[in-house]
């Protein structure tokens, strides 16, 4: 589908993969290929497949592919500890630009997160908390 430039037959496939699966073969892809593929994820699925790539893949998309508004539009879908991840990937200042085109709530609680590294408990924490009643049961 992709070597016969038929992108609403790819869409439509890849929208019924699984985001891992849309990884795997998105980092066996040249640059253009990538570029082609992720025009037509839709948000969502395209934020999981930027979350589960390889970091060389990821690297590739963030600098060569992909828009810094297209990123921030991909980041606002992610949890806030898998943004701060790829965010701390990019350099200060372009991630401060992505940061930037965020919800300053969003923008505020990924910063926080970045200041952690990736694999200490504050890195993989997520700021949302939960609170239930004392006499709710599960």
Known sequence: MLEENNLRALGGFLSLQRASDVAESVELLDNEQKRRVFDVLDKELAAEVL???DEA???ELLNKVLENKEIANLVAEMPHD???DVLAEMDEEESQEILAEL????????QGL???DEDSAGGIMHPKILA???YLTV
Request: charged share 50%; aromatic share 4%.
């Open 51 to 53: 979350e589960k790539v």
């Open 57 to 59: 893949t990821r690297n």
């Open 132 to 134: 239930v009643e004392e």
């Open 103 to 110: 919800d300053d709530e969003d923008a505020r609680q990924i």
């Open 82 to 84: 898998d943004a701060a």
């Open 114 to 116: 970045m200041q952690y």
